[in-house]
């Protein structure tokens, strides 16, 4: 298991499987973990853990997704010592196209967010699906606020 920390209170990575990668986790100070494997994992249990269930097809998410992944670390961050994990199996496309998406919620603006994850993981995959997915679901948000 790997983790990236891209912020104070945003990792991203690999499956979390094992007891010692569970340890891991608590003794980073993970609090909360966006799992987007296909797969949930019976061992997160001892963290808030949301499972938002997708193969990695690099075909657009629907906007739910997004809304809920939102909702979700939204709340976490309410807590000033939580941390959240993103993962998905080797944490390469999903994590870190999840991570972006996050980053690009916070505000981060595109071209940084990218910057943010690679500097993180040289070898990662910002999928031109889920990227342009989630930025269209970003739109919507900012368009709904305007009105």
Known sequence: MIVF?????LAFG????????IER???LG????????????????KFKTI???????????????YAR?????????KDPNSKVY??????????ASMTYFLLRASGVGPRKAENTIRRARPCVQ??????DSSEQFLHIMATRQNL
């Open 126 to 131: 910002i999928v031109r699906a889920y990227r």
């Open 69 to 77: 992944a939102l909702r979700f670390y939204e709340k976490a961050l």
């Open 51 to 65: 499972h938002l269930n997708f193969k990695d097809d690099a075909r657009p998410r629907p906007m739910w997704f």
């Open 86 to 95: 993103v993962m998905c199996r080797a944490g390469r496309r999903r994590s």
């Open 14 to 21: 690999s499956k979390a499987r094992l007891v010692r990668h």
């Open 30 to 45: 993970i609090t909360h973990v966006i799992d987007v494997r296909r797969y949930a994992g019976k061992k997160l249990r």
């Open 25 to 27: 986790l608590e003794t």
């Open 5 to 9: 920390f891209v912020t104070e209170h």
